[in-house]
């Protein structure tokens, strides 16, 4: 998109939002110790059941603060198409993950970590707030949701 063609509506916005979510594997991942040191990685990803589903190991900073810290900021990599969403993270050990999401994890992106190392967790992030916006023509309108609720 470009700055010259009219900005896309809130319900385009979402729907892209959710094709994106769809059709991507990877996002960033931002978390903070409890000091508050910052943590930025790109995880594999799936949206399923209206939250995005991570995983990775209890033992590297990214599992600690998602369990300890319980938020997370998510992002695209696009600086051009931008999403944040802000979501609270709950901890689900490989004993305890809910097997839907296991498989929806599994089938998109061919990694079952049921099967791989005991260290691994699973993490539900459930949006609390979500901006999405091409260039700067769009930021008037980049709430789609606010305090867990869809605003479009």
């Known amino acids: ?19 994106r979510m769809e059709r991507e594997i990877d996002i960033w991942v931002a978390t903070a110790d409890t000091e508050g040191v910052p943590c930025l990685v790109p995880l594999w990803f799936v949206w399923h059941d209206e939250a995005v589903w991570l995983c990775t190991r209890l033992s590297n900073p990214t599992g600690r603060n998602l369990r ?24 689900f050990t490989i004993p305890e993950v809910p097997p839907a999401a296991a498989e929806a994890f599994r089938a998109k992106t061919g990694w079952d970590p049921r099967e791989d190392h005991a260290s691994y967790a699973f993490f539900r ?17 980049r709430h789609l949701m606010r305090d867990g609720a869809w605003v479009v």
């Open 125 to 141: 992030v459930r949006p609390r707030a979500v901006q999405a916006w091409c260039e700067v023509h769009e930021l008037p309108r």
């Open 68 to 91: 300890d810290g319980r938020r997370a900021r998510l992002a695209f990599g696009d600086t051009r198409d931008v999403v944040l969403v802000d979501g609270e993270a709950e901890t």
């Open 1 to 19: 998109m470009k700055i010259t063609e009219p900005p896309r509506t809130p319900e385009q916005r979402k729907a892209d939002l959710l094709n």
